[in-house]
């Protein structure tokens, strides 16, 4: 069973001088649950040399490592899972070659989106709750309304993304979902053990 409680995307560009690797280990410290890596800029090869990096701060943990978008590098990097936006490759082929064992997350964004995600997806993630300039392409802004109405639909641990900081964690986390997800409140603190510890007290 995963705990999806504190839920950390990667972004490297935030993570700046400290590393992406040395930013996971300090916000793991400090109570994340999930680690997703997530870099689009990345070759191939980089990607799969900082999943591999990741890997290796995250053992021993016990924290699931997830890869965006890119199966093949989630599998070829021995990850836990691969998370899929709607324009990725479809959930029931990525099933297909990831087995039965691996996590399967997807994202949606609409009432449309929940109610086509086929039983091969183990969660979603659900926002943006609010507008965020992390990702460029993501959709209109759910609103807590949105958020709750989306999860309220599904039997499916929904984490809640996008917009999400301390100062709207609890509102956030009181909409029913498993999970708050973030990029930036923990990515670009000056002290991301700190961060996610915050967060982590909102959403026990």
Known sequence: MI???LYLVTDTALCGHRGVVRTVREAVDGGVTVVQ???PAATGRELYELVVSVHEALRGTGVPLLVND???VALAAGADGVHLGQSDLPVEAARAVLGQQRVLGHSVSTSEEVEAVPPEVDY???GPVVATPTKSDAADALGLD???DLTARTILPC???GGV???NAAEIAATGVAGLCVVSEICAADDPRSA???LRKVHQ
């Open 3 to 5: 705990d999806w409680s």
């Open 70 to 72: 890119r199966l093949d």
């Open 196 to 198: 996610a510890a915050t």
């Open 159 to 161: 984490v809640a993304i």
């Open 124 to 126: 979603l993630g659900v």
């Open 37 to 39: 890596v997530r870099d």
């Open 165 to 167: 900081h301390a100062d």
């Open 146 to 148: 949105g958020l709750r």
